[in-house]
């Protein structure tokens, strides 16, 4: 069975602190794909990043960056410098070749970024 | 470039009654999903569909039904509304990727999503 697990509810940060989203994933695919979305109070879906179970390299663009190690199956979100803006529900997601490439998404991250 | 387009935006419908939540796509993606969103909650899949033709159940597909005639359309259906479907329905596309044969699973296009609540 696969499963993602947010162990964050809910983080608060005052505005220009560093943020850290974790996710936790299991699978038991060899192939597999990761995924970032955003929900920011707006209520759309906004997509933010995909890593296959293959490459292990973190990735940062701009203000964001993502650490995916596949020994603890762990793929974290990091926020640098966080803006009012990026207050939003965080998702993380998991899609497996076994499953037919379905994809299970954990219960989400809300972040409150405050002026 | 419409993306993903979901009709209608919001509904109330009382106990007992059918509805159809559209859904339609523009970007000859082969994959549709249908989502429902509790709140404070993540998204739990109810259906999805890998080409014309074909569909399937995901986590929570009691209470619904889906078809997929056309690329473009994959429309839901409740029979039997219940309080318990109360939610925000979301549809998502994917295209499998450019290379033939092989699905790299390309990121999700979500709709605006459709605000239901039962009464």
């Known amino acids: 069975a696969q499963k993602v697990t947010q162990a964050q509810t809910e983080i608060s940060v005052v505005e220009k602190e560093d943020v850290t989203l974790d996710c936790v994933y299991e699978t038991r695919d060899t192939t597999y794909y990761l995924f970032w979305y955003k929900q920011p109070p707006s209520g759309e879906l906004v997509f933010l990043i995909r890593r296959n179970s293959f490459d292990e390299q973190n990735e940062i663009s701009g ?3 993502w650490n995916f190690q596949k020994s603890t199956s762990s793929f974290n979100f990091t926020i640098t410098a966080s803006q009012v803006v990026d207050s939003a529900v ?19 991250t809300r972040l409150f970024v405050k002026a | 470039n419409a993306g993903v387009t979901q009709t209608p935006k919001f509904r109330i419908l009382k106990i007992g009654q059918s509805m159809t939540l559209q859904c339609t796509q523009d970007m000859n993606h082969n994959y549709m999903y249908w989502y429902r969103q509790d709140p404070g909650m993540g998204l739990k899949l109810i259906y999805y569909s890998v080409g014309a033709g074909i569909t399937d159940k995901g986590e929570v597909p009691n209470g ?22 109360t939610s925000v329905y979301f549809c998502a596309s994917r295209s499998s990727g450019a290379q033939p044969g092989f699905d790299s699973n390309q990121p999700q296009h979500f709709g605006d999503g459709t605000r239901l609540s039962i009464l």
Do not use: W
Not at chain 1, 90 to 108: D, P, Q
Not at chain 2, 64 to 85: C, G, I, K
């Open chain 1, 63 to 65: 203000r964001y960056s």
């Open chain 1, 90 to 108: 965080y998702f993380c997601a998991l899609s497996g070749a076994r499953g037919g490439f379905k994809t299970i998404f954990g219960a989400g």
């Open chain 2, 64 to 85: 619904y039904n889906v078809s997929r005639s056309t690329t473009e359309d994959f429309p839901l259906r409740l029979e039997l509304a219940a309080p318990s479907q």
